[in-house]
């Protein structure tokens, strides 16, 4: 058990220095006091005992699994109005909004659910989805986290799929998105460390007066203040080089990202340039996230140093007999001068860029569903000028 203080000393500077949060991930929860039981699907929906009709924030779900059924949105809404025709017929509740108050604001809660089982496959995180709602008790997010939906650009669930060492030790197969995250990474076969659709991405903190902060994490959600990815692919679908370029809606900045793999080594290689784009010079920190849920659970033990973080499954022990070893993910930096640290986090959910050492835990090795970052700090870039930092994926 070590405390790591020092090692995020240097990066949590720029990021006091840093304006005031742009997006407040975390809020406080809201208390619900009754439940009642839902309509043909939910198993119950809870309240804000404090009169109707209700807000979209002051009511959750509870037993949600039957919606996973669904196979695609349009089958998805009909359960959601069939839940709001039985509970408005077997209650006084009433919601702001009626039907289709109810309907949209249980859209948004249902993507923060079981549904991200199926949004890999139908990326139906493209409607204009209610942005003010709380996620229900219970899901990837936990009880007191507030991630707003907002409208997604039409995304696939793997823009290119990269397979090495077929029927080999070096065996791994990583997959994109068009927006350039990493929904799937796989090594050795039949070994997953990420969620599909849900846990990987990148965020930057604007540390210039006035400035913003950008991310996309996949399924988690994303800022939606980005302009549509442009993508550079000579060579066709599925090869390399593979380049993600996407700018921020305010022009201000472009992150290019260039994904390849190393020969005979089983990873993922993301190189990044963030550019500035602006009239004047601008300092940023810029983030490389992963919920990692190695061997495909969700508890796993997390530990990092100033290069590199992971979790992994945490052998089994049987007394008398020598400990068997599971399955992991480290994400590190490349080599570079470029201020930086990795971190872990006691949460999976993704970091606010500009206060990134809110839930660092204070020691390690944490247990838990956790999640790991690469933190990179740039001082006055330029104006049009260029500033690149790579991270690798490798399992354990």
């Given at each position: 058990?070590?405390?790591?203080?020092?090692?995020?000393?240097?990066?949590?500077?720029?990021?006091?220095?840093?304006?005031?949060?742009?997006?407040?991930?975390?809020?406080?929860?809201?208390?619900?006091?009754?439940?009642?039981?839902?309509?043909?699907?939910?198993?119950?929906?809870?309240?804000?005992?404090?009169?109707?009709?209700?807000?979209?924030?002051?009511?959750?779900?509870?037993?949600?699994?039957?919606?996973?059924?669904?196979?695609?949105?349009?089958?998805?809404?009909?359960?959601?109005?069939?839940?709001?025709?039985?509970?408005?017929?077997?209650?006084?509740?009433?919601?702001?909004?009626?039907?289709?108050?109810?309907?949209?604001?249980?859209?948004?809660?249902?993507?923060?659910?079981?549904?991200?089982?199926?949004?890999?496959?139908?990326?139906?995180?493209?409607?204009?989805?209610?942005?003010?709602?709380?996620?229900?008790?219970?899901?990837?997010?936990?009880?007191?986290?507030?991630?707003?939906?907002?409208?997604?650009?039409?995304?696939?669930?793997?823009?290119s799929t990269f397979t090495t060492g077929l029927g080999k030790p070096i065996y791994s197969k990583f997959c994109v998105t068009h927006n350039g995250n990493i929904v799937q990474f796989e090594a050795p076969a039949g070994v997953e460390h990420l969620q599909s659709g849900v846990s990987e991405g990148y965020s930057i903190c604007d540390m210039s007066p006035g400035g913003?902060?950008?991310?996309?994490?996949?399924?988690?959600?994303?800022?939606?203040?980005?302009?549509?990815?442009?993508?550079?692919?000579?060579?066709?679908?599925?090869?390399?080089?593979?380049?993600?370029?996407?700018?921020?809606?305010?022009?201000?900045?472009?992150?290019?990202?260039?994904?390849?793999?190393?020969?005979?080594?089983?990873?993922?290689?993301?190189?990044?340039?963030?550019?500035?784009?602006?009239?004047?010079?601008?300092?940023?920190?810029?983030?490389?996230?992963?919920?990692?849920?190695?061997?495909?659970?969700?508890?796993?033990?997390?530990?990092?140093?100033?290069?590199?973080?992971?979790?992994?499954?945490?052998?089994?022990?049987?007394?008398?007999?020598?400990?068997?070893?599971?399955?992991?993910?480290?994400?590190?930096?490349?080599?570079?001068?470029?201020?930086?640290?990795?971190?872990?986090?006691?949460?999976?959910?993704?970091?606010?860029?500009?206060?990134?050492?809110?839930?660092?835990?204070?020691?390690?090795?944490?247990?838990?569903?956790?999640?790991?970052?690469?933190q990179f700090g740039f001082q006055n870039i330029k104006k049009n000028a260029t500033q690149t930092v790579g991270v690798i994926y490798r399992p354990l």
């Amino acid at each position: 058990m070590r405390p790591h203080s020092g090692s995020i000393t240097t990066i949590r500077l720029m990021a006091i220095a840093s304006r005031l949060l742009v997006l407040a991930i975390t809020v406080t929860a809201i208390a619900h006091a009754s439940c009642i039981g839902g309509g043909p699907v939910i198993q119950q929906i809870c309240y804000a005992d404090t009169g109707g009709p209700f807000t979209p924030s002051q009511w959750y779900f509870t037993g949600t699994d039957a919606f996973t059924g669904a196979q695609n949105i349009d089958q998805l809404t009909s359960l959601v109005q069939q839940e709001y025709s039985g509970i408005v017929n077997n209650s006084s509740i009433t919601f702001v909004g009626g039907e289709a108050g109810f309907t949209s604001a249980a859209l948004t809660k249902l993507t923060n659910v079981q549904a991200y089982a199926y949004i890999s496959q139908l990326c139906f995180l493209t409607g204009p989805f209610d942005t003010s709602v709380e996620p229900s008790l219970g899901t990837v997010f936990g009880p007191a986290t507030l991630t707003p939906q907002g409208p997604r650009s039409t995304c696939e669930l793997c823009q290119s799929t990269f397979t090495t060492g077929l029927g080999k030790p070096i065996y791994s197969k990583f997959c994109v998105t068009h927006n350039g995250n990493i929904v799937q990474f796989e090594a050795p076969a039949g070994v997953e460390h990420l969620q599909s659709g849900v846990s990987e991405g990148y965020s930057i903190c604007d540390m210039s007066p006035g400035g913003a902060n950008y991310y996309d994490y996949g399924g988690f959600g994303d800022s939606t203040a980005w302009n549509p990815p442009i993508i550079t692919q000579p060579n066709g679908a599925n090869t390399f080089p593979l380049t993600i370029a996407r700018t921020t809606a305010d022009a201000l900045w472009t992150l290019t990202q260039k994904f390849t793999t190393n020969t005979g080594d089983p990873s993922a290689v993301i190189t990044m340039s963030l550019k500035n784009n602006s009239a004047s010079p601008r300092s940023a920190l810029l983030l490389r996230y992963a919920d990692v849920d190695a061997h495909s659970n969700t508890n796993n033990r997390f530990d990092y140093t100033l290069n590199s973080a992971w979790g992994y499954v945490a052998p089994t022990c049987t007394p008398g007999q020598s400990c068997v070893s599971d399955f992991g993910l480290k994400l590190q930096a490349a080599p570079t001068t470029t201020v930086h640290g990795a971190f872990v986090q006691d949460s999976n959910g993704g970091p606010n860029a500009c206060n990134s050492g809110a839930l660092v835990p204070q020691q390690t090795p944490f247990d838990g569903d956790g999640s790991v970052f690469l933190q990179f700090g740039f001082q006055n870039i330029k104006k049009n000028a260029t500033q690149t930092v790579g991270v690798i994926y490798r399992p354990l």
